[in-house]
């Protein structure tokens, strides 16, 4: 079975500090995609990555970077410089990967980042 | 483009009540989604449809039922609404890719059952 741990449940730093929101995986599977998504206050789950099993490079996008490291099962995800806007939960989620099938995501229970003045 | 609408956005039942959540799409995706999410847990998949006429089972599909007439619509029905419905509630949709899909998220309906 799948299962995605995200072991901080909240955290609060103050705006332009760096933090890092860890995720851990399980899976049997040896070809799987990882997701990071973010639920602001108004509550809708946003996207912002996704990344497949073969590619461990890290990713950077503005503010946000990520790093997958298979050898470990992790894929944290990285706000530099950290915006009170930034305030949100933010949750990992893994699927397996069958093509032309429904993508049934395993989400990590979330962290939520607390970014004040 | 309205993506994902999910009505109501706020609904509250008393128990053994029933009602529909109503979810629509306008992107022209296959596969549609309901996840419920409880409170400090993460999202978990109630029920999906990989097209209009095909539904599955999820990981928590007891108590819910769903159907998928039209590539737009996918409502999630509540028969005999308990306290263990309360929720959140979100819709998705993804369109067929090659590896895993990326889920379009409704804002969710937050259901009380007292």
Not at chain 1, 54 to 79: A, L, P, V
Not at chain 2, 12 to 25: P, R
Request: glycine letters at 6%; one cysteine or more; hydrophobic letters at 35%.
């Amino acid at each position: 079975a799948q299962k995605v741990t995200q072991a901080q449940t909240e955290i609060s730093v103050v705006e332009k500090e760096d933090v890092t929101l860890d995720c851990v995986y399980e899976t049997r599977d040896t070809t799987y995609y990882l997701f990071w998504y973010k639920q602001p206050p108004s509550g809708e789950l946003v996207f912002l990555i996704r990344r497949n099993s073969f590619d461990e490079q890290n990713e950077i996008s503005g503010r946000y970077s990520w790093n997958f490291q298979k050898s470990t099962s992790s894929f944290n995800f990285t706000i530099t410089a950290s915006q009170v806007v930034d305030s949100a939960v933010y949750f990992c989620a893994l699927s397996e990967v069958f093509t032309g099938t429904a993508s049934k995501l395993t989400f990590g229970t979330g962290t939520r980042l607390q970014v004040t003045l | 483009n309205a993506g994902v609408t999910q009505t109501p956005k706020f609904r509250i039942l008393k128990i053994g009540q029933s009602m529909t959540l109503q979810c629509t799409q306008d992107m022209n995706h296959n596969y549609m989604y309901w996840y419920r999410q409880d409170p400090g847990m993460g999202l978990k998949l109630i029920y999906y449809s990989v097209g209009a006429g095909i539904t599955d089972k999820g990981e928590v599909p007891n108590g819910y039922n769903v159907s998928r007439s039209t590539t737009e619509d996918f409502p999630l029905r509540l028969e005999l609404a308990a306290p263990s419905q309360t929720s959140v509630y979100f819709c998705a949709s993804s369109l067929t890719v090659s590896g895993a899909n990326v889920l379009t998220f409704g804002a969710g309906s937050r259901l009380t059952v007292l």
